[in-house]
């Protein structure tokens, strides 16, 4: 399943205004798919939401993955979300960059180790849910200048620029070891920063709309077997 979605923000007026409208858009694309439906909800079993920081080249933020949660838990309290830091410290050093499961396969593995099996089983974990991805900044252009004269101070200048957010949540059934869902989130937006005087940032809310949309399908997803 794929839905898009436009989301703008229109703040300030005057002279400004266009540039406002156009720097509140941001475009969201999100692409959905499960299979191995379970058979029974998650009850009072619980859900942690990890992030992906295996890669060379960037990791998943720690505020996106908290932002995820917090949507979830926000749209349906009853869903017990473990905390992710508090998650990967009480597992240390299981689920380090370095250590951590790549294949839901691999769980067997921690579930061999005592100490690890008390703890999974005294937090009823049902899923486990990864998210990798990262939001960038991309195409500044523009300049601006800020000084200081006889009787006035301030900046003059127009600058803009793009913001991508690419991330993919992929949904793992912790008690049967399986994967059974994918979720990707792709958003962009731009953004502005006019200065007459003052700057004034416009700034597209990428990140967030991909928090919202991701959140918003793993909500569906879990609420829907809850």
């Known amino acids: 399943m794929i839905r898009g ?4 923000l229109m703040r300030g007026a005057g002279i400004f205004l266009s540039a406002l409208w156009l720097g509140g858009c941001v ?10 439906e379970p058979v029974a909800g998650i009850g009072e079993s619980s859900v942690v939401i990890l992030g992906r920081r295996h890669a060379p080249d960037y990791d998943t933020e720690f505020d996106f993955i908290e932002c995820i949660g917090d949507h979830i838990h926000s749209g349906d309290p009853s869903i017990d979300v473990i905390n992710e830091i ?3 410290n009480e597992f240390y050093p299981w689920f380090e960059p370095r250590t951590a499961p790549m294949q839901p396969q691999s769980i067997d593995r921690l579930l061999d180790i005592p100490m690890a099996m008390e703890r999974f089983a005294d937090m009823k974990l049902e899923y486990m849910i990864w998210i990798d ?3 960038v900044d991309t195409d500044r252009v523009g300049s601006m200048s800020c ?10 200048g127009f600058g803009t620029w793009g913001t991508e957010s690419e991330y993919e949540a992929t949904i793992w059934d912790f ?4 994967e059974v869902g994918k979720v990707s989130a792709n958003t962009s937006g731009q953004s502005y920063m006019p200065a007459v005087i003052v700057p004034i940032p416009i700034i597209a809310p990428v990140q967030g709309t991909a928090c919202d949309s ?5 909500l569906e997803y879990l609420s829907a077997h809850h």
């Not at 475009?27 to 191995?36: F, P, Q, R």
């Not at 200081?148 to 101070?153: F, L, T």
């Not at 008690?175 to 399986?178: G, I, Y």
């Open 27 to 36: 475009s969201a694309t999100v692409d959905e798919m499960t299979y191995n």
């Open 5 to 8: 979605r436009l989301r703008c």
């Open 133 to 135: 991805g990262k939001t």
């Open 214 to 218: 991701l959140g918003d399908q793993l």
């Open 86 to 88: 508090a998650f990967i």
């Open 147 to 156: 000084g200081i004269g006889p009787g006035v101070a301030g900046c003059f």
């Open 175 to 178: 008690t049967d070891q399986v």
